[in-house]
């Protein structure tokens, strides 16, 4: 009877642990489901390699390569790869808040998508796409309305979509004043009031050419170039104003060479004209302050004193604290 009794319990522990599995099965398919359908992008974003901002006719067009993004429209440059990613992967997580309406007849104007303010559109590699046409009107919860490839249905979004269909094409280019990397630069000359201040790589170490015996810190080097390659306009000018000579660049990366004129408006804005590819540039504010009264004398090492009393202040800075 014991043996019997045990079977049994052991069948009823069987049957009911077989139905908490099938229970949470379900459960997981449901929830599984609810995700799903919550999600706003439904093709593989990680496949992504075209997107398309079109506000009535003005149309911005990006396209990815092995080499990474370029703009196509309404012009051909070099697109600015952290922006283009970011602009895509940061859709992919986007989730429906809520369905306004949907079946029967929807009056879209209601919602503002008779004349959306963009359709966004995002294509993969193998030609699945995702169109979102986004309103400019919000529910009173601030979020944004907008309609997925045609549906007979008005969706409530983030109205960060609203920002991401008014994005303009300089935000999406790039807009580094050198488009090349440090590792490129083999000699670096910039011409100024204070003189003339040059640079160049040999052996693997800076050295002023034809002043052997000039020492230069290293680390100020790379810092002093790295401004230049972390350098951003603001925009891209057709045409330049009447300008006063701050300094020009002439740089040796490899066989090529590359050049820059910068100087500064009647409005005290900093301008520059680049070469490799030609530009013209309105610099962000401080972009390339740095070297309007440099000299090669900022590029030699502290002085003992000077690392002293640097020390020191900062000994004292933490007695204080």
Do not use: C
């Not at 049994?8 to 379900?26: E, H, I, S």
């Not at 990815?64 to 370029?70: A, K, L, Q």
């Not at 807009?175 to 630069?185: D, G, P, T």
């Not at 040796?252 to 070469?275: C, E, F, H, P, R």
Request: charged share 30%; no cysteine.
């Amino acid at each position: 009877m014991k043996l019997k009794g045990r079977t049994l319990l052991v069948l009823a522990l069987l049957l009911f642990g077989g139905y908490a599995v099938y229970d949470y099965m379900q459960d997981k398919k449901i929830e599984d489901k609810k995700l799903t359908d919550s999600q706003l992008l439904t093709v593989n974003f990680e496949q992504i390699d075209q997107v398309t901002i079109d506000r009535g006719g003005q149309v911005i067009s990006l396209k990815r390569s092995v080499d990474g993004w370029d703009v196509t429209s309404p012009l051909h440059d070099q697109a600015d790869n952290v922006v283009a990613d970011d602009f895509v992967k940061n859709v992919a997580t986007e989730k429906i808040i809520d369905v306004a309406r949907e079946g029967g007849k929807i009056d879209w104007s209601t919602f503002g998508l008779d004349k959306p303010l963009a359709k966004i559109t995002f294509m993969t590699t193998s030609g699945a796409k995702n169109s979102f046409e986004i309103s400019e009107k919000r529910n009173f919860e601030e979020n944004a309305f907008a309609r997925r490839d045609g549906e007979n249905r008005v969706l409530i979004v983030n109205s960060i979509w609203q920002n991401r269909a008014r994005k303009e094409v300089t935000d999406f280019r790039d807009r580094r004043v050198l488009r090349h990397k440090i590792a490129s630069i083999d000699d670096f000359k910039l011409k100024n009031k204070a003189g003339t201040l040059e640079v160049a790589l040999k052996d693997g170490k800076w050295i002023v050419p034809n002043k052997k015996d000039f020492v230069l810190d290293q680390n100020k080097v790379r810092e002093f170039l790295q401004v230049l390659v972390d350098a951003k306009a603001s925009e891209f000018v057709d045409k330049m104003p009447v300008l006063k000579s701050l300094f020009t660049l002439n740089l040796k990366l490899g066989d090529k060479t590359w050049n820059a004129s910068v100087g500064q408006a009647a409005d005290m804005k900093i301008y520059a004209q680049v070469s490799d590819p030609e530009f013209s540039l309105k610099l962000e504010p401080g972009a390339l302050d740095k070297y309007i009264k440099a000299s090669i004398e900022d590029l030699k090492p502290s002085s003992p004193s000077h690392d002293n009393n640097k020390d020191q202040a900062q000994l004292a800075g933490k007695e204080k604290r």
